[in-house]
Structure formats: C-alpha cells, structure tokens
C-alpha cells in the first residue's frame, strides 16, 4: 500500500470513483490538498467521475469537490450502508472506492459491487508544544 499522493491511476479502468476524504487525500478534519494529492486527484479526474463520499465531511466535502471540480455524495446515511449512493441516478457498475479504512471504505465497496483501492492514511504533522 502507499499514500494517495504516491498511487498512479492512468491505467485504472473504472469511470466512477468513490473517493474517502478524511485520511485519504486530506487528514482528518482538514479540507486544504497538499499539491502532491491535487496532482494526483487531477490524473484520477481524466475520464471518470469522482466523487467524495465522507462520513465526516457533510460540509468539508462539497467544499474540497468544488474547489476540484468533483462531486459529493450529500447523504445523511454513513458507509458502509449503500443508501450512501440512494442519490445518485445511475448504477454504480464499474465503479471503485479509494480510501483508507477497510471497515468503512473497503466493505463500503464490497456492499456496493464496487472494487476498493485501499490507501495508506494521510496524517497530519505532528506539533509541537514547548514549555516556557
């Protein structure tokens, strides 16, 4: 496995992506792509739909798939339950699901006929406190 940000997709044949935000192209909590996951977003971006599907991120999510011209999934459903999708139109046929988590991403995937392309987490830099 390896981090988003070290994953090539151009030969990935899926049209559809499911894509985790937390820990997958953002740590948790942040919205802002570091330029390597950016990079790489626009590559996976080049004939497919992608779109964030976040447990955490009701508000982040659309913010970070605006600013990349992507899409979010907006539902109060949680994944791994596949009502996640309820709003989309279309099947999910030939789809994939990137994330970081097998429990949620990865089973997500697997109740959705998905495949899954699990990722390393992304962690946030640790900081550091100093005393007076």
Known sequence: MALFRNTSFKTLRAKRVYLDLDGTIVPDGEEELAPHEAHVLHELQQGREVYIVSNKGL???????DAHGIKAVMSHYKKPNPRVLKSL???????????????????????????????????????????K
């Open 59 to 65: 508000v982040r999510g659309p913010r970070v798939a």
């Open 89 to 131: 139109e279309r099947p999910q046929d030939g789809a994939v699901v990137i994330g970081d988590k097998v429990l949620t991403d990865g089973i997500f995937a697997w109740r959705v006929g998905a495949d899954f392309i699990k990722v390393d987490p992304i962690r946030a830099p640790p900081t550091i406190v100093t005393g």
